[in-house]
């Protein structure tokens, strides 16, 4: 059983950057792998990023090369540092740990944070 909860989530201005953070319980985390999504309102969920218990990392094309993810196995942390925001990346950020590798579906995906909400402002 693994639980998890996000954090910084908020509001900033077109451009600027924000950095989200998932804290997970459990003495297995390295095991997992983690994964960003987000839903905006009105549209399906989406695996923002992810990386496997190995540290091989998934962006969506939509981030790449804006958006960075990455794990702390001594912490039981994963981050999502997000730079150069748009308006278009306004959403509820969640995460979620698997077993195995990443996976694109959420579905995939066993356990999942509350959510926190991130608004870019044009």
């Known amino acids: 059983q693994v639980q998890l909860v996000e954090s910084g989530g908020g509001l900033v201005q077109a451009g600027g950057s924000l950095r989200l953070s998932c804290a997970a319980s459990g003495r297995t985390f390295s095991s997992y792998a983690m994964g960003w999504f987000r839903q905006a309102p009105g549209k399906e969920r989406e695996l923002v990023a992810g990386i496997s218990s190995g540290g091989n990392v998934y962006y969506a094309d939509s981030v790449k090369g804006r958006f960075t993810i990455s794990r702390d196995n001594a912490k039981n942390t994963v981050a999502l540092q997000m730079n150069s925001l748009k308006p278009e990346d306004t959403a509820v950020y969640y995460c979620?740990?698997?077993?195995?590798?990443?996976?694109?579906?959420?579905?995939?995906?066993?356990?999942w944070g509350q959510g926190t909400q991130v608004t870019v402002s044009s």
């Open positions: 979620a740990a698997r077993t195995l590798g990443v996976r694109t579906a959420p579905s995939e995906y066993n356990y």
